[in-house]
Antibody, heavy 119, light 112 residues
Framework: QVQLVESGGGVVQPGRSLRLSCTAS????????MHWVRQSPGKGLEWVAV????????YYADSVKGRFTISRDNSKNTMDLQMTSLRAEDTALYYC????????????WGQGTPVTVSS | DIVMTQTPLSSPVTLGQPASISCRSS???????????LTWLQQRPGQPPRLLIY???NRFSGVPDRFSGSGAGTDFTLKISRVEAEDVGVYYC?????????FGQGTKVEIK
């Protein structure tokens, strides 16, 4: 069955960097766009970034553009999110999600990896 | 960016009674391919979101038929015909027509 497992979260000081990873299994990873979505404590969902199936297409939320970089390695079934210049407002649970074939998200998500930006 | 506005933000409902959530987008969600990528998601406490409805009105596999979606263009609605205890949670609309994709603020459905 489809599994998405995030890793790499933790506590980091403002201005520092952190790299999140998502390891996928149970489906043809190289055939699907993949997304990062985050949720700040007690808050709503915020879409962060997407990478196309072949890695050539990338889009970002305005709030992270220029600071976060999404990438993938189809040979390893992994997707990464390199986060730099972290701010307190980046504190959130970060989910990776597989794009739904009929548009959008929601069928397959990981359990999330928590990121806390604090001095 | 497209702003998704949900109303109400909180919906206390009596078991067995209907509930309705509205979602309005700041721009049309009709894609150049003719599809409208408006989805509804449910999030129960401590869990990732779950897909309920895609492309305005298509119920995802396994979603009870008491959930229905409707709308067009910029105005969309999720209806629960008879709320059950397991429906408690936060409901989000999300547009996947234009990048960046955006979510509504969420509507908390709770039992009165």
């Amino acid at each position: 069955q489809v599994q998405l497992v995030e890793s790499g979260g933790g506590v980091v000081q403002p201005g520092r960097s952190l790299r999140l990873s998502c390891t996928a299994s149970g489906f043809s990873f190289s055939s699907h766009g993949m997304h990062w979505v985050r949720q700040s404590p007690g808050k709503g969902l915020e879409w962060v970034a997407v990478i196309s199936n072949d890695g050539t297409g990338k889009y970002y939320a305005d709030s992270v553009k220029g600071r976060f970089t999404i990438s993938r390695d189809n040979s390893k079934n992994t997707m990464d999110l390199q986060m730099t210049s972290l701010r307190a407002e980046d504190t959130a649970l970060y989910y990776c999600a597989k794009e739904f074939d009929y548009g959008g998200l929601g069928v397959y998500w990981g359990q999330g990896t928590p990121v806390t930006v604090s001095s | 960016d497209i702003v998704m506005t949900q109303t109400p933000l909180s919906s206390p409902v009596t078991l067995g009674q209907p509930a309705s959530i509205s979602c309005r987008s700041s721009q049309s969600l009709v894609h150049s391919n003719g599809n409208t990528y408006l989805t509804w998601l449910q999030q129960r406490p401590g869990q990732p979101p779950r897909l309920l409805i895609y492309k305005i009105s298509n119920r995802f596999s396994g979603v009870p038929d008491r959930f229905s979606g409707s709308g067009a263009g910029t105005d969309f609605t999720l209806k629960i015909s008879r709320v059950e205890a397991e429906d408690v949670g936060v409901y989000y609309c999300m547009q996947a027509t234009h990048f960046p994709w955006t979510f509504g603020q969420g509507t908390k459905v709770e039992i009165k």
